[in-house]
């Protein structure tokens, strides 16, 4: 089966440094544009990152200089370095895989993985 599975997250306090990884299983995802997005409770679905095939990236204002998104295509992974954590970063955070054409931005994932809490406690 094709999925992807994230893992890393859990409680941390202000400040500290987590990261997290996305194992992708089933096919090779190097082609693919790969994302971050993160879900609080009671606040919408917010994109954090991107990472296009080519390895150009994409950060959401509220994380840029803090996170940092990269990709190891021998290991069919992705991962997010997040710095500097604030109570605001709490959230789930999903990884996806976006189509390969279009704009990225604009398109919607074809594959998600199924979360990693992310807590951020002050």
């Known amino acids: 089966q094709v999925q992807l599975v994230e893992s890393g997250g859990g409680p941390v306090q202000t400040g500290a440094s987590l990261r997290l990884s996305c194992a992708a299983a089933?096919?090779?995802?190097?082609?693919?544009?790969m994302s971050w997005f993160r879900q609080a409770p009671g606040k919408e679905r917010e994109l954090v990152a991107v990472?296009?095939?080519?390895?150009?990236?994409y950060y959401a204002d509220s994380v840029k200089g803090r996170f940092t998104i990269s990709r190891d295509n021998l290991k069919n992974t992705v991962y997010l370095q997040m710095n500097s954590l604030k109570p605001e970063d709490t959230a789930v955070y999903y990884c996806?895989?976006?189509?390969?054409?279009?704009?990225?931005?604009?398109?919607?994932?074809?594959?998600w993985g199924q979360g990693t809490q992310v807590t951020v406690s002050s």
């Open positions: 996806a895989a976006l189509p390969s054409s279009g704009v990225v931005l604009n398109t919607t994932p074809w594959l």
């Open positions: 089933g096919r090779t995802f190097s082609s693919y544009p």
């Open positions: 990472i296009r095939g080519g390895g150009s990236t």
